[in-house]
T-cell receptor
C-alpha cells in the first residue's frame, strides 16, 4: 500500500512565476491538507480539502490556491512567487471523521526554491 | 500567532539517557495533542498522541505527560538511542471534522554514542 506521494521532489522557480505541486493521498483517505515548512520551522497549515472543496484555511494569501479531484488527489498552486515562498511543501492525507481525532499521514514533501 | 510553544530548540543526549521536550499551548479548544518525528528529507511521522482526558500515555520508550490546568505537555524518550536523532514536533488540534493541526517550532535531538 503506497503512502502519501508527492511530485515533484524538488523544484526551482523564479520570482513572479507560478508553480503547481501534486499530491496523491494514502489509499482509503478522502481528505488532503497542505502545509508549508520553512527551514528550521514547524509546518504551517495552508488549507484542507474534502469532497473537492476547501474546508479550512490557514493564514496564507490568495496567491495560494488548491484543488481536489474526484479521486481525492490534490494540487497546490502558488502564483506570483516570492523569495519567501521557498520552503518544503507537505501534503497530509486522512480519513475524515465527524468526531474524535484522526491521524494525518504526511508525504515526503516538495522542496521549492524561488530565486 | 504562535499557539504552540516548544522548547528546547535543540537537545544533545547521551545514548541511554532521557530526552525531554516541552510544549505549551494557548487555545483551550485544542483536544488532541500528537507528537511527530521528522528525519531529514522526510515528512513528519506520527509518533504518539494524547487527549486531555488522560495525564500520561506510554508507548514503548516514548511517554507523553499532559497537564491540562497548566496547558502544557511533554515528550519523554527513555533509553535514547542514536536512531532517535531527528527533529520532533509537538502539535495540537481540535479533533473531529475539518482538522487543522498547529505545530510547534521543533526540537532537533541528537543522541551521541
Amino acid at each position: 500500500d503506497a503512502g502519501v506521494t508527492q511530485s515533484p521532489t524538488h523544484l526551482i522557480k523564479t520570482r513572479g512565476q507560478q508553480v503547481t505541486l501534486r499530491c496523491s493521498p494514502k489509499s482509503g483517505h478522502d481528505t488532503v491538507s497542505w502545509y508549508q515548512q520553512a527551514l528550521g520551522q514547524g509546518p504551517q497549515f495552508i488549507f484542507q480539502y474534502y469532497e473537492e472543496e476547501e474546508r479550512q484555511r490557514g493564514n496564507f494569501p490568495d496567491r495560494f490556491s488548491g484543488h481536489q479531484f474526484p479521486n481525492y488527489s490534490s494540487e497546490l498552486n502558488v502564483n506570483a512567487l516570492l523569495l519567501g515562498d521557498s520552503a518544503l511543501y507537505l501534503c497530509a492525507s486522512s480519513f475524515l471523521r465527524t468526531s474524535g481525532p484522526y491521524e494525518q499521514y504526511f508525504g515526503p514533501g516538495t522542496r521549492l526554491t524561488v530565486t | 500567532q504562535q499557539q504552540v510553544k516548544q522548547s528546547p530548540q535543540s537537545l544533545i543526549v547521551q545514548k541511554g539517557g532521557i530526552s525531554i521536550i516541552n510544549c505549551a499551548y494557548e487555545n483551550t479548544a485544542f483536544d488532541y495533542f500528537p507528537w511527530y518525528q521528522q528525519f531529514p528529507g522526510k515528512g513528519p511521522a506520527l509518533l504518539i498522541a494524547i487527549r486531555p482526558d488522560v495525564s500520561e500515555k506510554k508507548e514503548g520508550r516514548f511517554t507523553i505527560s499532559f497537564n491540562k490546568s497548566a496547558k502544557q505537555f511533554s515528550l519523554h524518550i527513555m533509553d535514547s538511542q542514536p536512531g532517535d536523532s531527528a527533529t520532533y514536533f509537538c502539535a495540537a488540534s481540535m479533533s473531529g471534522g475539518y482538522q487543522k493541526v498547529t505545530f510547534g517550532t521543533g526540537t532537533k535531538l541528537q543522541v551521541i554514542p
